[in-house]
């Protein structure tokens, strides 16, 4: 048994005896499978096996997801637009609560709330520590699309060139792909 396998079995021999869960699969799709769904605002998208993008989520879409086994909702809008009922008319953080699923809130996009490389990490982290499949959301996945196409480049592998024809096949246009990622790119690839 050569040294990588042999790590892998001692990985999960020591996951299986401390009861420690692997981190969730995330290997992504060459292109999402972009679908119409009730609920979502505007887009939906599976990008990976576990992995979810979406406009804004009603309560019905929201219960739609966890009967689809999605465990995490992390959301990508700001506190001022998920505190306007105009806007969101309904608590979100307390409707996710009440379906027993987690709820992670990465605010983008506000003055106080930049796209950076730091919001970057921070979805890496919630989607490497979730239990089951994640829902990625904002208002109709243009955020979630840039994220999702700056974290495919940082944690997948993905060139740019790739990541934002995966991008730009959700809802992606224009910036903060570059923010996300700390530097500089072009979007016109061909």
């Known amino acids: 048994m050569n040294g990588s396998k042999l790590s892998l079995v001692l990985t999960l021999f020591s996951a299986t005896l401390t009861g420690q869960a692997l981190a969730l699969d995330v290997e992504p799709f060459a292109m999402p499978k972009v679908s119409v769904e009730a609920g979502f ?12 993008v979406s406009g804004q989520p009603d309560e019905s879409a929201l219960a739609l997801a966890k009967a689809n086994g999605v465990s995490r909702v992390i959301n ?22 009440s ?14 709330t930049p796209y950076s490389e730091e919001s970057l990490a921070t979805f890496a982290e919630a989607v490497a520590s979730s239990d089951g499949p994640v829902l990625l959301h904002c208002t109709v996945a243009w955020r979630a699309s840039h994220l999702w196409a700056a974290y495919l480049v940082a944690h997948q592998g993905y ?5 934002v024809e995966v991008g730009k096949r959700m809802n992606m246009g224009g910036f903060p792909f570059a923010e996300f990622l700390g530097r500089s790119v072009n979007l016109d690839v061909k």
């Open 41 to 52: 605002q505007d887009f939906y998208a599976q990008v990976a096996r576990n992995i979810y």
């Open 76 to 97: 990508l809008r700001t506190h001022q637009e998920m505190d306007n009922r105009m806007v969101v008319p309904f608590d979100e953080a307390a409707a996710v609560a």
């Open 99 to 112: 379906l027993g699923l987690e709820y992670v809130h990465i605010p983008l996009g506000g003055p106080d």
């Open 159 to 163: 060139s740019v060139a790739n990541a």
